[in-house]
T-cell receptor, first 109, second 116 residues
């Protein structure tokens, strides 16, 4: 059973608009959440993280929101740029890091 | 360049072959990992090594055999694989000890494996 779920396999967003990628989890013991970005033919690269004691973490154009009661986190990218087109993986940690299936983001010109 | 190098980038092998995947990290990290990424599936953790000692074997079949001769190198030895083992195999490393709050994984580019 998947503990980290990304229910949208793909998302298309106009350049300059906000991209919102969603992630749900089932394990209330997760204490740390991460987002990774992956381009074709490359490994995933770390993007941003949030501890379970916070509800928001911001880094430039990227903001991650955590709603513990709903077991939901989201990644906001604003404004979206063409280079943001990639697969985004949500991940969560208890004693190891568990990944979701990923969401492919397409930024449209 | 993430500081984690994997070779080969692509590998095609028959079910009776024996091959090895290699990973090298230049980051001075203490832990190394093998992950498997199959189509339309989450990244699956296979093995974890911390300070050259295997600390996790995530119910991986014995046809996959890891080796960590030192903290910078990690191998995955493959023998008698099945077509369903075709996937992207990713190596990763981390600085923080397992369980540390700020643990981040640094991934290599992966080996795309096809088993015929």
């Amino acid at each position: 059973d998947q503990q980290v779920k990304q229910n949208s396999p793909s998302l298309s967003v106009q350049e300059g608009r906000i991209s919102i990628l969603n992630c749900d989890y089932t394990n209330s013991m997760f204490d740390y959440f991460l987002w990774y970005k992956k381009y074709p033919a490359e490994g995933p690269t770390f993007l941003i993280s949030i501890s379970s004691i916070k509800d928001k973490n911001e880094d430039g154009r990227f903001t991650v929101f955590l709603n513990k009661s709903a077991k939901h986190l989201s990644l906001h990218i604003v404004p979206s740029q063409p280079g943001d087109s990639a697969v985004y993986f949500c991940a969560a940690r208890d004693d190891k890091i568990i990944f979701g299936k990923g969401t492919r983001l397409h930024i449209l010109p | 360049e993430t500081g984690v190098t994997q070779t080969p980038r692509h590998l095609v092998m028959g079910m009776t072959n024996k091959k090895s995947l290699k990973c090298e990290q230049h980051l001075g990290h203490n832990a190394m990992y093998w992950y498997k990424q199959s189509a339309k599936k989450p990244l699956e953790l296979m093995f974890v090594y911390s300070l050259e000692e295997r600390v996790e074997n995530n119910s991986v079949p014995s046809r996959f055999s890891p080796e960590c001769p030192n903290s910078s190198h990690l191998f995955l030895h493959l023998h008698t694989l099945q077509p369903e083992d075709s996937a992207l195999y990713l190596c990763a490393s981390s600085q923080a000890p397992l369980g540390a709050t700020n643990e981040k994984l640094f991934f290599g580019s992966g080996t795309q494996l096809s088993v015929l």
